[in-house]
């Protein structure tokens, strides 16, 4: 038995509400068993410092890992360790970007195997959904995926080919009776003029008038009207276009099962400030103007938007091709910033550090069917975080593979000064990580 010991720790008051106070957490094993005022005469306790707050571990459900096939762009080791780093202890890793891409029950083998020994924390599996695999969900689910993944526009990954509405169907018809949802990234390529078509490959405006925000709302219109067909658990991955949450909200109040996400980019990031061929700011959707970016943040103040994932999905650098919007990989790196980038942007609008935990760990973890909190029977996955400090993101920090990411040499508040996972801190040195199963979490 061992105790934190804290001036600030958000536990629970007795009506289930987070509340920062002083705490004594006790954890035995890899539990926690009490949460009291002052530590007991007997314990070994470790007092945590001055400035320092104790939180719950964050989830993040959303992880381009790339391991096997791809290891060169990420890996199993180098992404959990960059995760605990940044206070996070569950990941679920995207079925593409590795090779096999896992679509199969037999591609899903392989990535366990690929994992074993490797992670620094614990890890889920998503599958995948692409024409003709329908027969593969089951035993899929039946192996321990928490659901599975489509694109409604091509991946740019061949070997994961996007679906149609009839292939959305299919699929949808046969989770719904599993219970396991199927995430969606939600774009459809409409007809229509890009105006910045002839502009420069280094200007961002052609990268971002090439994906309007239509082609998301569309996506999502067939999302919830496949959803009421179907009664299938539904999630809008990474929703970037403000202009969707009104029906997305209606749809809520309908009581169609559908769940939203949005990632840090999409929140501390704008279309204005992106600088000319700067390719390490693209991703799909993309990041959008500002007034777009306010709304998000009313959506998620208003719960319409549930939580916030990172959609680390990394590359090697040269294949960002600075310079060239229109051929440049699409995706971010950035899983161990996430806590101190959305708390910069979260307090700046006047959210609370308790906000940001519901967005960033109860949210997710909820979403996976488990729970992070600071309360008897618990388990103990805590970070402790420097709220106030002030720091530069610099590339000595960063524990992702490779270091490009937009957020490089931004100053932001608050640092993660220390993971525990299942009672134990994370060093990054010895890997106690496990593969995590649906209904075993």
Same mark, same amino acid.
């Given at each position: 038995?061992?105790?934190?010991?804290?001036?600030?720790?958000?536990?629970?008051?007795?009506?289930?509400?987070?509340?920062?106070?002083?705490?004594?957490?006790?954890?035995?094993?890899?539990?926690?068993?009490?949460?009291?005022?002052? $530590?007991?005469?007997?314990?070994?306790?470790?007092? +945590?410092?001055? /400035?320092?707050?104790?939180? @719950?571990?964050?989830?993040?459900?959303?992880?381009?890992?790339?391991?096997?096939?791809?290891?060169?762009?990420?890996?199993?080791?180098?992404?959990?360790?960059?995760?605990?780093?940044? /206070?996070?202890?569950?990941?679920?890793?995207?079925?593409?970007?590795?090779?096999?891409?896992?679509?199969?029950?037999?591609?899903?083998?392989?990535?366990?195997?690929?994992?074993? /020994?490797?992670?620094?924390?614990?890890?889920? %599996?998503?599958?995948?959904?692409? @024409?003709?695999?329908?027969?593969?969900?089951?035993?899929?689910?039946?192996?321990?995926?928490?659901?599975?993944?489509?694109?409604?526009?091509?991946?740019?990954?061949?070997? &994961?080919?996007?679906?149609?509405?009839?292939?959305?169907?299919?699929?949808?018809?046969?989770?719904? @009776? +599993?219970?396991?949802?199927?995430?969606?990234?939600?774009?459809? *390529?409409?007809?229509?003029?890009?105006?910045?078509?002839?502009?420069?490959?280094?200007?961002? %405006?052609?990268?971002?008038?090439?994906? $309007?925000?239509?082609?998301?709302?569309?996506?999502?219109?067939? =999302?919830?009207?496949?959803?009421?067909? =179907?009664?299938?658990?539904?999630?809008?991955?990474?929703?970037?276009?403000?202009?969707?949450?009104?029906?997305?909200?209606?749809?809520?109040?309908?009581?169609?099962?559908?769940?939203?996400?949005?990632?840090?980019?999409?929140?501390?990031?704008?279309?204005? !400030?992106?600088?000319?061929?700067?390719?390490?700011?693209?991703?799909?959707?993309?990041?959008?103007?500002?007034?777009?970016? *306010?709304?998000?943040?009313?959506?998620?103040?208003?719960?319409?938007?549930? &939580?916030?994932?990172? !959609?680390?999905?990394?590359?090697?650098?040269?294949?960002?091709?600075?310079?060239?919007?229109?051929?440049?990989?699409? /995706?971010?790196?950035?899983?161990?910033?996430?806590? @101190?980038?959305?708390?910069?942007?979260?307090? #700046?609008?006047?959210?609370?550090?308790?906000?940001?935990?519901?967005?960033?760990?109860?949210? $997710?973890?909820?979403?996976?069917?488990?729970? #992070?909190?600071?309360?008897?029977?618990? #388990?103990?996955?805590?970070?402790?975080?420097? $709220?106030?400090?002030?720091?530069?993101?610099?590339?000595?920090?960063?524990?992702?593979?490779?270091?490009?990411?937009?957020?490089?040499?931004?100053?932001?508040?608050?640092?993660?000064?220390?993971?525990?996972?299942?009672?134990?801190?994370?060093?990054?040195?010895?890997?106690?990580?496990?593969?995590?199963?649906?209904?075993?979490?």
């Amino acid at each position: 038995m061992h105790v934190l010991h804290t001036r600030y720790a958000l536990v629970e008051d007795g009506n289930g509400r987070g509340v920062f106070r002083p705490a004594a957490v006790v954890i035995d094993g890899e539990i926690i068993t009490a949460v009291l005022h002052e $530590p007991p005469a007997d314990a070994t306790v470790e007092v +945590l410092p001055e /400035g320092v707050v104790l939180l @719950p571990a964050l989830v993040d459900t959303h992880v381009h890992i790339n391991e096997p096939g791809r290891t060169e762009w990420e890996g199993f080791e180098t992404a959990t360790r960059a995760a605990a780093a940044g /206070g996070v202890t569950t990941v679920v890793d995207m079925p593409l970007n590795s090779d096999p891409v896992t679509t199969s029950l037999a591609a899903l083998e392989a990535k366990i195997a690929a994992a074993t /020994g490797q992670l620094h924390v614990d890890v889920g %599996l998503w599958g995948g959904v692409v @024409p003709g695999n329908t027969h593969e969900l089951a035993p899929m689910v039946a192996a321990g995926v928490f659901g599975f993944k489509c694109f409604t526009c091509p991946s740019g990954i061949d070997d &994961f080919p996007h679906v149609t509405e009839a292939d959305m169907r299919a699929a949808m018809m046969a989770l719904a @009776p +599993l219970g396991v949802p199927l995430l969606i990234h939600a774009e459809l *390529e409409l007809e229509g003029t890009n105006p910045y078509a002839d502009a420069s490959p280094r200007e961002y %405006l052609r990268y971002l008038h090439a994906r $309007p925000r239509e082609w998301e709302d569309a996506a999502i219109a067939m =999302t919830i009207r496949l959803v009421r067909q =179907t009664g299938c658990r539904a999630h809008i991955v990474h929703l970037s276009s403000a202009s969707a949450l009104p029906m997305i909200k209606a749809a809520k109040a309908e009581g169609l099962p559908i769940t939203v996400e949005t990632c840090p980019h999409y929140l501390c990031l704008a279309a204005e !400030d992106v600088p000319e061929g700067d390719t390490s700011y693209k991703c799909a959707p993309p990041i959008r103007e500002a007034a777009n970016r *306010e709304i998000l943040w009313q959506g998620l103040g208003e719960r319409v938007i549930d &939580f916030v994932i990172s !959609d680390h999905s990394p590359c090697l650098p040269a294949l960002k091709l600075p310079g060239d919007f229109v051929h440049a990989w699409g /995706g971010i790196a950035s899983l161990q910033l996430g806590l @101190p980038n959305v708390w910069t942007a979260a307090r #700046r609008r006047g959210y609370a550090l308790t906000d940001v935990i519901r967005w960033m760990s109860g949210g $997710p973890a909820a979403f996976l069917g488990t729970e #992070r909190r600071i309360a008897p029977g618990a #388990r103990a996955d805590l970070v402790a975080f420097e $709220p106030e400090a002030e720091v530069t993101v610099s590339a000595a920090a960063i524990l992702h593979r490779h270091k490009l990411t937009p957020y490089l040499g931004k100053q932001v508040s608050g640092a993660v000064r220390d993971t525990w996972m299942r009672g134990e801190r994370v060093t990054g040195e010895s890997p106690r990580g496990r593969i995590l199963r649906r209904d075993a979490t």
